[in-house]
Nanobody, 125 residues
Framework: QVQLVESGGGLVQAGASLTLSCAAS????????IGWFRQTPGKEREFVAA????????YYADSVKGRFTMFRDNAKNTIYLQMNSLQPEDTAVYYC??????????????????WGQGTQVTVSS
């Protein structure tokens, strides 16, 4: 079993930066794939970024490429999402998730087995 806890959300103005954290506990293996998703009311969860827990190439949605960076702190068992140049359209609840059996479909939220509770990010214009 894997537990994921997000933190770091908040209310910021357009152009600001935030760093979200996803603290992992339980039995998480290097083969797991970790993803960040976001969701606004009435919409499906949207892929933001993903990487393997062991650290390798990271994938980003086109909408965040060049502004968001996903990185890890092995000592803290934590994955981060550094978000720069935030825009109002980035407003959402952000979730981290873990996929035990990576199939290559890292953009699909249905592929992920474990989810955190989410953290709200609100960007004002």
């Amino acid at each position: 079993q894997v537990q994921l806890v997000e933190s770091g959300g908040g209310l910021v103005q357009a152009g600001a930066s935030l760093t979200l954290s996803c603290a992992a506990s339980g039995r998480i293996f290097n083969s797991y794939f970790i993803g960040w998703f976001r969701q606004t009311p009435g919409k499906e969860r949207e892929f933001v970024a993903a990487t393997r827990w062991s650290g390798s190439v990271t994938y980003y949605a086109d909408s965040v490429k060049g502004r968001f960076t996903m990185f890890r702190d092995n000592a803290k068992n934590t994955i981060y999402l550094q978000m720069n140049s935030l825009q109002p359209e980035d407003t959402a609840v952000y979730y981290c998730a873990a996929d035990q059996y990576y199939s290559g479909r890292y953009t699909l939220f249905s592929e992920y087995d474990y989810w955190g509770q989410g953290t709200q990010v609100t960007v004002s214009s």
